[in-house]
């Protein structure tokens, strides 16, 4: 693996984590996406991260070494021009993700490999579109990558095992922990898990059986969790479910009011999540986080 220019397309919550984490490990990284609107948002989130990652390695000084180096594009020929890996993490639509790849398969040099960060899409969805089905593949991270240190790893029939590695020694290279998916699945290991539960919670919402804070708290208690769904819906950020759900109502009718409750709700009100000091819950701290939010209801 000879990978030390790497390129982050899409700049949200998770696109964020990836550039920041791998610029702390020491690789040059550009930062790209699609307008200075949500670069100059990008930056707030990397200058937040830059106070978490001293805090939590203990190393403040690293943390602004790995801030101040970060490059930031809105073209994308520029924010490619070198990278040896492209890490795509836009919007979990699947006509945005075959227009990027068509698009970036014409600048990025042919040396270069793609890797998707698509939370549930498949890499042979978007194969044709990267003009290099070889070279590309899925790397998938979990929120909160500095502590939640996982990257699963996916290609598709297509894949050149070669690239699979290299991803692997790569993740590795980034304090990730690789875990190597032996065929494609929708949703990777963690996904294929974590979705339905958290598809069951905004069910219970949307029928309005609970609230989220009364979902959670039941959630919390019951298993020992830490968080219930609604507290991880607010890490993942509002995007993503809205996003997932909108595809689904192409073919299942009840998606589309779980999307229409999220973007009247949470979206059109500003609550997008831990990223902008609100979701479900209020942040910096979040009632789930009082003592007493579980001693009583």
Not at 84 to 93: F, G, L, S
Not at 136 to 157: C, D, R, V
Request: glycine share 6%.
């Amino acid at each position: 693996m000879h990978f030390k220019n790497v390129t982050i397309a899409g700049s949200g919550v998770l696109g964020s984590q990836i550039a920041f984490q791998t610029a702390f490990f020491g690789f040059n990284v550009c930062v790209y996406d699609i307008n200075s609107e949500a670069i100059e948002a990008a930056k707030g989130r990397m200058a937040t991260l830059k106070t978490t990652y001293g805090e939590f390695f203990n190393d403040t000084s690293r943390a602004e070494e790995a801030f101040s180096s970060l490059n930031f594009f809105t073209d994308l020929a520029e924010a490619t021009k070198e990278a040896d890996i492209v890490v795509e993490a836009v919007p979990e639509r699947i006509e945005i993700k075959q227009s990027f790849y068509e698009n970036l398969g014409k600048v990025a040099p042919e040396k270069t490999v793609f890797a998707s960060n698509s939370s549930t899409l498949l890499p042979s969805q978007f194969a044709a579109y990267t003009g290099r089905s070889e070279k590309f593949l899925a790397l998938h991270f979990a929120n909160s990558i500095w502590q939640n240190n996982t990257a699963e790893i996916m290609g598709h029939p297509g894949t050149d095992a070669k690239y699979v590695e290299q991803v692997a020694e790569f993740a590795r290279s980034i304090g990730m922990i690789p875990f190597m998916l032996k065929k494609e699945q929708p949703g990777y290991i963690l996904n294929t898990l974590l979705v339905p539960f958290l598809s069951a919670a905004m069910e219970l919402w949307v029928k309005d059986i609970a609230d989220p804070q009364t979902i959670d708290k039941n959630w919390m208690i019951s298993t020992g969790s830490p968080r219930g769904p609604f507290a991880i819906y607010d890490i993942v950020g509002m995007e993503t479910p809205y996003n997932l759900n909108l595809m689904r109502a192409e073919h299942d009718p009840a998606a589309k009011f779980v999307a229409d409750k999220i973007k009247r709700e949470m979206i059109d009100q500003g609550k997008m999540g831990i990223s902008t000091g609100e979701g479900f819950y209020k942040y910096p701290n979040p009632a789930y986080m009082d003592p007493s939010f579980l001693k009583s209801n």
